[in-house]
Every structure is written in C-alpha cells, then in structure tokens.
C-alpha cells in the first residue's frame, strides 16, 4: 500500500493550490478517502472525505465553501482543490484510506503566507 | 458535534513500564473509534480500528478496550520505539473528530 500526496507549497492568503494523493497497492475504488491536516506542533484536524464512487463528500466546516474533494478512479488519485486559502490553512495535509485511516500517506505541506 | 478528551496530555514513563491511555467521547459512539501512533516528523500509523481490533502488523502489545463513551490503549510493556504521541479518533459520524494528543515521553 502506498499514498503519495503531492502539491503543497507556498502560497498568499486568497490563492489557490490543488493536492493529489496517488494510490497504489490497494482497490482504490472500494474505499472511502480521507484528507486529514496538522498544523506543525499541534493535533490532528479532519478536513474532508469522499466516498467510493464520488456521491457523498464531506468536509470540516471551516473549509465549506473553499475546499473540494474529488477522486479519479480510472488514476487511483485523490484530489483537494483549495480556494480562498487563508493563514491558519497553513499545515501538513495527508491523505489516508477509509474514515478511520487505516493508512496514510508522508504528508504535503501548504504555506499560505504573503 | 463529537468532542474526544484525552488524558493525560503527556506522561513520561520507564521501559518495560504498563501504560493506559484514555479517550472520553462527548456522546456514545458505539465501537467507532481507532488510535493512532505518531513519531516526530512522521505520519501517524494505525494501531487499532472498532475500539479494539489490531490493526495488521501492530505487536500485540498494543490493546483497546471500552465501548460507548469511555476508551483506553494500553501498552503492556513500554519499549524504546513506543515514545510517540498517540491520538485517538470518532468516525461515527460527521465531521470525524481527533482526541487532543498523549505524548509518551521517556522517564
């Protein structure tokens, strides 16, 4: 089983970034996914989930309205697109398998700082 | 809203020591609860998902217990690898909520 996010980087509060996590070793498509974050020296925050086929999706409610979960099951990834970034969207994000995350990936870090 | 209490927030202890961590959930949540084992600059590992079921590859030193609002992980024997922070988690139910934290530090 592997998860590799990618896309994090530095970016001004009100810009955009979009992560991918790349599924490997497991079917992809039987699972729900996950995207959970942790600002650095803190706990850890959920942030969305989507299920197999892309008909349910939910989300913390301080992304609501900014954030997007999506999947491609063709490509085994995983998607979040992040609008309207703000500072204290400043974290490590991670993807993960099922609601209770039975694994996860290394982590992508996104900066939103002018 | 779920709120998950863990406690103590850190507690340092000797190897070979047993140790309990425990997890409160704010309403019954049934089984639906996992811990997590997290070591500095890492991503966090599953230890045990239902509220005691192992994950696979996780030494049975590590056990869970409890079920409806009051859950525990228990270390039976602390060894060197194990100073981590654990955290544990709700998925019952939207939005899925993380304990605060235990930090095991070494004695």
């Known amino acids: 089983v592997q998860l590799v996010e990618s896309g994090g980087g530095l970016v001004q509060p009100g810009g955009s970034l979009r992560l991918s996590c790349a599924a490997s070793g497991f079917t992809f498509s039987s699972y729900w996914m996950t995207w959970v974050r942790q600002t650095p020296g803190t706990g850890l925050e959920w942030v969305a989930s989507?299920?197999?086929?892309?008909?349910?999706?939910y989300y913390v409610d301080s992304v609501k309205g900014r954030f997007t979960i999506s999947r491609d099951n063709a490509k085994n990834s995983l998607y979040l697109q992040m609008d309207s970034l703000r500072a204290e969207d400043t974290a490590v994000y991670y993807c993960?398998?099922?609601?209770?995350?039975?694994?996860w990936g290394q982590g992508t870090l996104v900066t939103v700082s002018s | 809203d779920i709120q998950m209490t863990q406690s103590p927030s850190s507690l340092s202890a000797s190897v070979g020591d047993r140790v309990t961590i425990t997890c409160r959930a704010s309403q019954s949540i049934s089984n639906y609860l996992a811990w997590f084992q997290q070591k500095p600059g890492k991503a966090p590992e599953s230890l045990i998902y239902?509220?005691?079921s192992l994950q696979s590859g996780v030494p049975s030193k590590f056990s869970g217990s409890g079920s409806g609002t009051d859950f525990t992980l228990t270390i039976s024997s602390l060894q060197p690898e194990d100073f981590a922070t654990y955290y544990c988690?709700?998925?019952?139910?939207?939005?899925?909520?993380f304990g605060g934290g235990t930090k095991v530090e070494i004695k």
């Open positions: 989507i299920k197999q086929d892309g008909s349910q999706k």
């Open positions: 988690q709700q998925y019952i139910s939207y939005p899925l909520t």
């Open positions: 239902a509220a005691s």
């Open positions: 993960a398998i099922s609601d209770f995350c039975v694994y």
